[in-house]
C-alpha cells in the first residue's frame, strides 16, 4: 500500500508555477508601458497618436541604434542593456539623418532614413547576427526589473500632475495659461521642423547659437510619425525621454560595478527621491536636480540620456581590466560611442562635456599619482571631450557665453549678505550655515559616497575614481561660475548622472558587508518606505510657506529641519546599542540603516511639488502667460495656409509693458505657427539672453518699420518687409492695438475671429 502510494506520488507529474516565467519576466515592462500609456490617456492624448509615436520609437530609434550597438560591443550583457544603449544611439544617429533631410528641403521623408541602416544590416552577412541575439549571459532579476518599473511609473505620476495634467495641448480658452518657456521650446521644435539652418524663430534674421539637438529631435518626432508638434513636445517626448533615462541609470550602475541593484537604487535616487526642504509650496534656493526642470526645460532630459549612455561608454574607457564583472566594450568599438556621444552631447546642452572633461582629467590625475604612468587611454578620451567642447563652442555657440562668468560662491553669496552692521563671527557663521543648506538641499542623496571613501583596506576602482570626479565636479562648477539666470545650476544636474551610481554602489557595499538575509532586506526596503512616508505626511501636515523677509530667512525652515533630523539621528545612536542588545538580528546593521534614512530623507521633494501643482490652476504653478485660444487658433491657421519658408510679422512683442518697459517674452506666435516671425519676443535670442527680460530690440530701425506695417501702411512699407526680409503674412492681435483701416486695401484679409486678424501680403 505504501509503495503503491510512493509509486503514484512519484510519477505524478510537478505543478506548473501559476504564472509563467516568461510573463513573470516581461511583466514589469508590460506594467510600466501600460502605465504611462494610461497617464497620458488620461492626458487627452489621441490613441492613434500613442501608436504612431510607438512606431516611431521602434522604427527610427530603438531599431537602428540596437543594430549599431550590438555591432560595436564585443560581447552581449542583456537584453534591457542593448535596448537602453541603442535608444540613446538611436537618438544620436537621428541627428544628421535629420540634419542631411532638412539641408535638402526633404523633411517629409525622413522616415526612411532608418530604411538605409536595416537594409546594410540584412544585406551584409557579418552584420545579420546582430538581428537576434539568443546567447545572453545575464538576465535582469525580477525584482532589479520591478523597481525600474516601479520608478518610471512614479515618475510618470509626477510629470502627469505637474505638467500633462496641468497643460492643454492646445488652448481651450481665452483665460489658458501656460508655463512660460514651453512655447519657446515648441517655437525651435517648429524651426527645426521646417528649416535649416536653424535662426531664432521669433527674429527671423538671427542665427540660433543655442544648444538646440533637443528640439531637433522633436521635430524629428513629429515628421517621422506624422504627429502634430505640440502633441510630442506637451505629451509624448517628455515622459519617454524619462523612462529613457531611468532604465539607462539603472543599466548603467548594473554595468559599471557588476551588481544590478546598483542601478536600480540609482535610479530611485535619480528619479523618485527629491530635494531636502521643509515648505510648502516647495522652496528651491539653489535649483533643483530632477523636479521641475525636466519638464520645463526638455534639453535637460534629452541631454541625460545622452549623458548617462556616455558615462557607461566611458567607464569601459577608464576601466579596461579583463576581469570586471561586465566586460568592457572592444576599444574600437568604445572609441567610436564615446566620439557620437560626445558630438551629440556637445548640442544637448552646454553644461554636460565640461563635467566629463574635468571627470576625466581627475581620473587620469589620479591615476598617474597611484601608478607612476600616464593613463593614454583616460587621456585620448579628454582629448575626445576636448574637441567635442572647442566644436560646440566654435560652430554651435559662436563663443556666446550667455553672461556665465567667473565668480567663486557667486551664485550663494546673496543667501548670507546681512543687513546692518553684525559681528564677523555672524557672517562666518551664515556662510557656514548657507553652505550646509546647499549640501543638505542638493547632495543628501550623493552619501552614499562616504562609505566609498571611508574604506582603507580597498582602494578605489578606476571607474569609481571617474565616477568621483564627476559627482564633484557638477557643484564645483555651480560654486565657482555665476550667470544672471542662475544657468550654473545646469552643472550639478550633469554631475548628479555621475553621483546617484556612486551612492548606490556606496550603499550596496554597505547592504552586503551586513550581510543581510532575504527576510532582512526585505525588512530594511519595508523601513524605508515607511520612514519615507511618515515624512511625507510630516510635511504635508506642517510645513509653511517660506519666509519671504530676505534671502537667508528662506533657508530657516531647511536649517531647522535639518537641525532636528540631526538630533534625532544622535538621539538613535546613543540608544541604538541598548536597544540591540537582546536582538542579534540588529547587531552590526546600524551604518546600514543610517545610511537608508539619510538617503530618503528627500522623499518629500516630488511629493510636494505634486501637492502645490495639484491645487494650482491651469498653467501650473511656476511662472505662467496667458495663452488664449484666439491667438492659438490664428497661429494655427496662418501654419495652414503658408508655406514654411514664409515669414510673418506681428504686432505683438511685450508679455507685459511695465513703466513702459517691454517685457520681450512673447513666444505664441512662433511657436504655434511653425514659422519664423520678422521680430516676435526677443529677450531668449543669444546675444540679449543674460541681460533680461526688459532689454530693448538690438535694432530699432527694423522694429519701427515693422511695427509701421500696421499703425501706418503704405504700399513701400509693405514692400520693403516683403522684397527684403521675406515677410508674407501679418498677423494682428487687435487687443495689443487696432491696425489701420488703410491695411485692408493694401493687403487681403485672410482671417478674422474679431481680436486676431491674418493679412496675407498682396
Not at 545579420?128 to 535582469?140: L, Q
Amino acid at each position: 500500500m505504501t509503495a503503491t502510494v510512493r509509486e503514484v506520488v512519484g510519477s505524478a507529474r510537478p505543478t506548473p508555477p501559476l504564472v509563467p516565467p516568461g510573463l513573470r519576466r516581461w511583466a514589469p515592462l508590460g506594467a510600466a508601458v501600460g502605465y504611462v500609456a494610461v497617464a497620458l490617456l488620461a492626458a487627452d492624448t489621441s490613441p492613434l497618436d500613442l501608436l504612431r509615436y510607438a512606431a516611431y520609437l521602434l522604427w527610427a530609434l530603438i531599431l537602428p541604434g540596437t543594430l549599431v550597438y550590438r555591432a560595436l560591443r564585443r560581447r552581449p550583457h542583456t537584453l534591457v542593456e542593448d535596448v537602453a544603449m541603442g535608444a540613446a544611439v538611436g537618438l544620436v544617429l537621428e541627428l544628421p539623418a535629420w540634419a542631411v533631410f532638412a539641408a535638402f528641403g526633404v523633411g517629409g521623408w525622413l522616415w526612411l532614413w532608418p530604411a538605409v541602416l536595416v537594409g546594410l544590416f540584412l544585406g551584409v552577412p557579418g552584420l545579420r547576427r546582430h538581428w537576434v541575439v539568443r546567447d545572453y549571459p545575464t538576465r535582469a532579476p525580477i525584482g532589479w526589473s520591478w523597481s525600474v518599473a516601479g520608478a518610471v511609473m512614479f515618475f510618470t505620476t509626477y510629470l502627469s500632475v505637474t505638467f500633462l495634467q496641468r497643460n492643454p495641448v492646445l488652448p481651450t480658452s481665452e483665460g489658458t495659461r501656460q508655463y512660460l518657456d514651453l512655447a519657446y521650446q515648441l517655437s525651435l521644435a517648429g524651426e527645426a521642423k521646417h528649416q535649416f539652418p536653424l535662426h531664432v524663430p521669433q527674429v527671423a534674421a538671427e542665427p540660433l547659437d543655442y544648444h538646440w539637438f533637443g528640439y531637433a529631435h522633436m521635430a524629428a518626432t513629429s515628421l517621422i510619425g506624422q504627429i502634430d508638434l505640440p502633441v510630442v513636445a506637451l505629451r509624448l517626448a517628455i515622459p519617454a525621454l524619462c523612462a529613457a533615462a531611468i532604465v539607462l541609470t539603472a543599466v548603467l550602475g548594473w554595468r559599471v560595478s557588476g551588481r544590478p541593484y546598483v542601478g536600480a537604487i540609482a535610479a530611485v535616487l535619480f528619479f523618485v527621491v527629491g530635494e531636502t526642504n521643509f515648505t510648502d509650496p516647495v522652496n528651491m534656493p539653489f535649483g533643483t536636480q530632477a523636479s521641475f526642470v525636466i519638464w520645463h526645460g526638455m534639453s535637460m532630459i534629452y541631454s541625460w540620456v545622452l549623458l548617462i549612455a556616455l558615462i557607461a561608454v566611458l567607464a569601459d574607457v577608464v576601466d579596461r581590466r579583463a576581469d570586471r564583472p561586465v566586460p568592457p566594450l572592444p576599444r574600437t568599438g568604445a572609441v567610436v560611442l564615446a566620439t557620437l556621444l560626445m558630438l551629440a552631447s556637445s548640442g544637448a546642452k552646454a553644461s554636460s562635456l565640461p563635467v566629463v572633461g574635468l571627470a576625466l582629467a581627475f581620473t587620469a590625475v589620479v591615476q598617474l599619482v597611484r601608478t607612476r604612468r600616464i593613463p593614454w587611454a583616460v587621456v585620448v578620451a579628454g582629448l575626445l571631450t576636448a574637441t567635442a567642447q572647442l566644436f560646440a563652442t566654435a560652430v554651435l555657440y559662436r563663443f556666446q557665453a550667455y553672461g556665465i562668468e567667473a565668480a567663486p560662491f557667486g551664485g550663494l553669496e546673496p543667501y548670507w549678505t546681512l543687513p546692518g552692521e553684525r559681528p564677523a563671527w555672524v557672517g562666518l557663521l551664515a556662510v557656514v550655515a548657507v553652505v550646509g543648506a546647499f549640501v543638505v538641499n542638493m547632495q543628501l542623496r550623493v552619501a552614499g559616497v562616504v562609505p566609498l571613501l571611508w574604506r582603507r583596506r580597498e582602494p578605489l576602482e578606476p571607474v569609481q575614481w571617474f565616477l568621483l570626479g564627476g559627482t564633484l565636479a557638477g557643484p564645483a562648477l555651480f560654486l565657482v561660475l555665476d550667470q544672471p539666470g542662475g544657468a550654473q545650476q545646469y552643472f550639478t544636474r550633469a554631475g548628479f548622472s555621475f553621483a546617484v551610481v556612486l551612492s548606490a554602489w556606496g550603499y550596496v557595499l554597505v547592504a552586503e558587508r551586513a550581510g543581510l538575509s532575504r527576510r532582512a532586506r526585505w525588512a530594511v526596503g519595508l523601513a524605508a518606505v515607511t520612514f519615507a512616508a511618515v515624512l511625507v505626511l510630516i510635511q504635508l501636515r506642517y510645513a509653511a510657506p517660506p519666509p519671504n523677509t530676505s534671502l537667508f530667512a528662506s533657508l530657516r525652515p531647511l536649517l531647522w529641519w535639518s537641525g532636528g533630523l540631526a538630533l534625532l539621528v544622535v538621539l538613535a545612536v546613543g540608544l541604538w546599542r541598548p536597544a540591540t542588545q537582546g536582538l542579534a538580528a540588529l547587531r552590526g546593521r546600524g551604518g546600514l540603516l543610517l545610511l537608508t534614512a539619510v538617503l530618503v530623507v528627500g522623499a518629500p521633494g516630488l511629493v510636494m511639488d505634486m501637492a502645490k501643482s495639484a491645487r494650482s490652476p491651469n498653467g501650473g504653478a511656476y511662472t505662467n502667460a496667458p495663452l488664449p485660444k484666439s491667438r492659438v487658433d490664428a497661429a494655427r491657421w496662418t501654419r495652414e495656409h503658408s508655406a514654411p519658408g514664409d515669414v510673418l510679422a506681428t504686432n505683438v512683442h511685450c508679455l507685459a509693458v511695465t513703466n513702459g518697459w517691454c517685457d520681450a517674452r512673447s513666444f505664441w506666435l512662433s511657436a504655434y505657427a511653425e514659422r519664423r516671425v520678422l521680430v516676435e519676443g526677443w529677450s531668449f535670442a543669444p546675444r540679449v539672453a543674460a541681460l533680461g527680460a526688459y532689454t530693448p530690440f538690438w535694432d530699432q530701425d527694423l522694429l519701427r518699420r515693422n511695427d509701421a506695417v500696421f499703425t501706418a501702411p503704405t504700399e513701400d512699407g509693405l514692400r520693403d518687409l516683403r522684397d527684403r526680409h521675406g515677410v508674407r503674412w501679418l498677423v494682428v492681435d487687435r487687443q495689443v492695438g487696432r491696425e489701420s483701416l488703410e491695411l485692408r486695401r493694401l493687403a487681403a484679409l485672410r482671417y478674422d475671429d474679431g481680436r486676431m486678424a491674418v493679412y496675407r501680403l498682396r
